[in-house]
């Protein structure tokens, strides 16, 4: 499906206002974007009741959107950039837990420069590419407690 990004600037806090109104179960769980650069994202959010799972931790799911989120707003960025339209799905994820989620997680992902690369290939080539970003979510401590690889497929629209 078609991201329309064309409008959109890429700061936290107008990512945060797409989150609400395109994404709500992201935004009510507490998921947040706190930084954006060219090549790196940073995304938190905190355990609380509304994001539990009955082992007094954050559920997987919200893990898993904060995660994404990640992952997305950097290939949402490079799209907006190259002023093409660009088709953006998750084709493949994995997702691996080391430790309970509990107090403020933050994911990041740093492969901004993977993406434009990808993307720019897409658009020389006229062929759809995919891309394998990693987004690792850290607690308090800075100890991991989970990592996600999500596969994304970009393909230039005609």
Known sequence: MPVNTEKMKFTPRKVNAFLFFKLPAAFFTGVRLKSLTDDTAEVKVTY?????NPFKSMFW????MASELATGVLVMKEIAASNRKISMLVTNMN???????????????????LIRETIQKAIETGEGQTVIVTAEGFNN??????????EWSLKVKS
């Open 95 to 113: 997702g691996t837990f080391t430790k309970k989620a509990t107090g403020k997680i933050r994911f990041e992902c740093n492969q901004g420069q």
């Open 141 to 150: 401590e800075g100890i991991s407690v989970s990592k996600f690889e999500y």
């Open 48 to 52: 609380k009741w509304v994001n539990q």
């Open 61 to 64: 799911a919200v893990q898993g």
